[in-house]
C-alpha cells in the first residue's frame, strides 16, 4: 500500500460532510474536477472504492464507512493536539480554562476553585455562556471543563462526560421580620407570602412547585430569575422569601441581612463538573476532580 496523503483524506472528508462534490468543492474552493481526481487517487492508494458508483446520490461503501471512522478521528485528534497547544501560552507554565453556566451560582465556583486559583503556577480562565456554547466549546477542546447545575443530556453522552462533585441543601431565607419565635413551618408557612423563585427551568423550581401543589398552596411569586447572583441580589434588596441554596447567599446569612428560615429536606441542589474525552486531558484536571 502506497503512504497515505493526508491531503486526500481531508478532500474524502469533507467530500461526505458536504454530501456532494459540487458542495465540497465550493468549501474547499476547488474546482470539482481537481477533487474527483484526488478522491480517484485516494481509493487507488487505498485500493478500495470508497464510494458505490451506481448510485446517483453519494453513498458510501463499507470500506469508505470505515475509512471515515478512521477519517473524523484523526482529525478530531489534530483539532485537539492544535487547541492543547495553542492554550499553553502566557506567563504561567500551566493553564486550566473552565466553562461555568452563566446561571451557575458564583460562589459555588469560587469554592470549588478556590485552591486551583492559589495555585501560582496555574493559570485559570473563566468563562461564562449557555450551557449548549460551552458543550461545543468542550468538544472543541477550547476549554477544560463545564460547571454545571445539570449533568450531560444523553444526546452528548458519547464524548462528555459527568461527574457529581457536590450536592447542597436548598433553603427558605429572608430578612429578619420573617425569623418568628415559633419553629417555621412548612409550607404552611409561606401562604400569602411573596417569594422569590428560580426561573420554572429550574431543577429547584420543578421540585417546589411540586410540594407546593401536594399542599394546595400557591406561592404569591414576587420576582423569577434564572440567575443565582439576580436571585441573591433580590433577596437581598426586597421583603420577600427566596428559595436558594445557602451557599448562594452566605455572605448575607453570615453579616445577618438575610436569615435562614427553613432547609427543604427534599430539595438539593447538584453540581456537576463535565468532561470531554480526550488522548491528553489537562494534567491539573485530574487532581482538581479527585478533591470533589
Not at 451557575?104 to 449548549?132: M, Y
Request: charged fraction near 25%.
Amino acid at each position: 500500500m502506497n503512504q497515505l496523503n493526508y491531503h486526500h483524506l481531508r478532500y474524502f472528508h469533507a467530500i461526505v460532510l458536504e454530501g456532494s462534490l459540487t458542495r465540497a468543492a465550493e468549501s474547499l474552493n476547488v474546482a470539482q474536477s481537481a477533487l474527483s481526481i484526488q478522491l480517484k487517487k485516494l481509493e487507488e492508494s487505498l485500493g478500495c472504492a470508497l464510494f458505490d458508483r451506481q448510485h446517483k446520490s453519494l453513498k458510501l461503501t463499507e470500506e469508505g464507512r470505515m475509512v471515515l471512522d478512521y477519517a473524523k478521528t484523526i482529525f478530531r485528534t489534530g483539532e485537539e493536539m492544535l487547541a492543547t497547544l495553542q492554550n499553553r501560552s502566557g506567563r504561567y507554565s500551566n493553564v486550566l480554562r473552565v466553562g461555568a453556566v452563566s446561571t451557575l451560582s458564583k460562589n459555588f465556583q469560587l469554592s470549588f476553585l478556590r485552591e486551583a486559583l492559589e495555585d501560582t503556577e496555574l493559570e485559570v480562565v473563566i468563562h461564562s455562556a449557555s450551557t449548549s456554547e460551552l458543550f461545543n466549546q468542550l468538544r472543541a477542546h477550547n476549554i477544560d471543563l463545564v460547571l454545571s447545575n445539570s449533568p450531560v443530556p444523553r444526546d452528548h453522552e458519547r464524548r462528555l462526560h459527568s461527574q457529581l462533585v457536590d450536592n447542597q441543601a436548598v433553603s427558605l431565607v429572608g430578612p429578619k421580620k420573617f425569623k418568628k419565635r415559633h419553629t417555621f413551618r412548612f409550607p404552611e408557612d409561606l401562604r400569602g407570602v411573596p417569594m422569590v423563585l428560580p426561573s420554572m427551568e429550574s431543577n429547584i423550581r420543578a421540585r417546589f412547585d411540586l410540594i407546593m401543589e401536594r399542599a394546595g398552596i400557591a406561592p404569591l411569586i414576587a420576582a423569577e430569575a434564572d440567575d443565582m447572583a439576580m436571585l441573591r441580589l433580590i433577596a437581598r434588596e426586597t421583603e420577600c422569601i427566596a428559595l436558594v441554596p445557602p451557599v448562594v447567599v452566605h455572605d448575607e446569612l453570615k453579616s445577618g441581612i438575610l436569615t435562614e428560615l427553613y432547609q427543604i429536606p427534599d430539595i438539593h441542589e447538584t453540581f456537576y463538573a463535565v468532561t470531554a474525552s480526550r488522548r491528553y486531558p489537562n494534567p491539573y484536571l485530574k487532581k482538581l476532580l479527585a478533591r470533589a
